[in-house]
């Protein structure tokens, strides 16, 4: 299984971005999937997962509705819709995948099996 992670970028305060995971092997419609960030300096961090169905989403608490974690299983791809960015989001986020709980949408990364290179994201103030 393999993740591709792409979208990311520079952009300014208060603006958006759209991240997208295409996972190629595997059967992506069996897999919980998920997002995480590292800043530099910090520990990776749990922004946002969603259960193989989607009908079921999480996110950390920074998010506060900011983001928005979406998938098309047609399409092998994973997507976080992010607005209202702030600095303190700067990151290389990453998407996961775990296939052993694809009803659930962890929020841990030890439960996730397979990872993407990561793309990076840099707000400006």
């Known amino acids: 299984v393999q993740l591709q992670a792409s979208g990311g970028g520079l952009v300014q305060a208060g603006g958006s971005l759209r991240l997208s995971c295409v996972v190629s092997g595997g059967t992506f419609n069996n897999y919980a999937a998920g997002w995480f960030r590292q800043a530099p300096g910090k520990d990776r961090e749990f922004v946002a997962s969603?259960?193989?169905?989607?009908?079921?989403?999480a996110y950390g608490d920074f998010v506060k509705g900011r983001f928005t974690i979406s998938r098309e299983n047609g399409r092998r791809t994973l997507y976080l819709e992010m607005n209202s960015l702030k600095p303190e989001d700067t990151a290389v986020y990453y998407c996961?995948?775990?296939?052993?709980?694809?009803?659930?949408?962890?929020?841990?990364?030890?439960?996730?099996?397979?990872w993407g290179q990561g793309t990076q994201v840099t707000v400006s103030s």
């Open positions: 969603l259960n193989r169905g989607g009908s079921m989403t």
């Open positions: 996961a995948v775990d296939e052993n709980t694809p009803h659930r949408a962890p929020s841990n990364d030890y439960e996730y099996d397979y």
